[in-house]
């Protein structure tokens, strides 16, 4: 009898060896093929080419607004309506920082005081119907000092009459629009005031 025989598994195991009283192991021929698997495996673990680890794309941290911020200033009485513009403006990303005062007289003041530290506004949003002084007030006001000249006008009104218009556009505003009724409305409007924070803003849309 061989020292090393072939012994197929009972039902109760299939990888069990069986003793001989000599001590000699009877395998079973899974065994052998396991085995035979298992240094296959190893084998080409270690023979295996080392692949490079993937690449992780690290996030970049996101750096600050580089875009210069122009000064707008709001003239109105309406809180309410100086908070849309400021939302329309921040909608559509316009690189902006939003100043108001409430009526011509605070606005007159405010102008004359930047005029002489020579830093007046990127444009000025100007409503007509404001207590103490008017749109129109505060427009001959920067027409008669060439403030008109330097800083674009635009009116922002509920009137809808032609001869405020053109009272207007004569006083030197670059347009006037009448308050539109809905958030993406003005924000639609407000896109149009890009045109006024470029270094050569005379003219613009009227």
């Known amino acids: ?108 003041r405010w102008l004359s005081t930047a005029a002489s530290d020579k830093t007046l506004p990127a444009m000025v949003l100007l409503d007509l119907n404001m207590p103490r002084a008017n749109g129109f007030e505060v427009l001959d006001f920067m027409c008669v000092r060439h403030l008109v000249d330097q800083v674009p006008v635009v009116v922002l009104s509920t009137s809808r009459q032609l001869e405020d218009r053109r009272r207007c556009l004569a006083l030197g505003a670059r347009a006037m629009h009448s308050k539109p009724e809905s958030i993406q409305d003005l924000r639609r409007l407000v896109e149009d005031f890009r045109v006024y924070l470029t270094p050569s803003s005379v003219g613009g849309p009227a």
């Open 1 to 108: 009898r061989p020292a090393c025989t072939p012994w197929l598994p009972g039902p109760t195991s299939l990888l069990r060896a069986r003793h001989e009283p000599t001590g000699t192991i009877l395998a079973s021929p899974w065994s052998a093929i396991a085995s035979r698997r298992c240094a296959s495996f190893h084998h080409s673990l270690v023979n295996a080419p080392r692949r490079r680890p993937l690449a992780t794309r690290i996030e970049e941290p996101k750096s600050p607004m580089t875009a210069t911020l122009h000064r707008i200033l709001i003239v109105d009485d309406s809180p309410g309506d100086i908070e849309l513009v400021r939302i329309a403006c921040e909608m559509s990303a316009l690189p902006v920082v939003i100043e108001s005062v409430s009526d011509g007289i605070e606005a007159m």
